[in-house]
């Protein structure tokens, strides 16, 4: 079973991430990212969702032209999870 991050470990990687926001009624964390185009966008949809399927663990995303939104939880803790705060760097180093 995947552990939710307690207070703490959740300030700790808000800390470590601030370009991403709480979002306390899912207790998640999401980001809205901007493009130049909608294939600059598609394409870094593209390399997340690679790197989404090899650690097992998918975004809820949306994206309407040169905008990709993002939101990370973990279903199974019920909230954020390491595996968020992992994803979420993986996503940051794309950029």
Same mark, same amino acid.
């Given at each position: 079973m995947v552990q939710k991050l +307690?207070? !703490?470990q959740r300030d700790a990687l808000l800390a470590r991430f601030?370009?991403?926001t709480h979002e306390p009624k899912r207790d998640a964390i999401t980001r809205q990212f /901007?493009? +130049?185009d909608f294939a600059q966008a598609f394409g870094f949809? !593209?390399?997340v969702a690679i790197i989404a399927e090899k650690m097992d663990h998918h975004p809820e995303w949306s994206n309407?032209?040169?905008r990709v939104d993002i939101l990370l939880t973990t279903h +199974? !803790?019920?909230g954020l999870s390491e595996r968020d !705060? /992992?994803?979420a760097e993986a996503i940051e180093a794309l950029l």
């Open positions: +307690d207070d !703490a601030p370009g991403w /901007k493009f +130049d949809m !593209a390399s309407v032209y040169n +199974d !803790a019920d !705060a /992992k994803l």
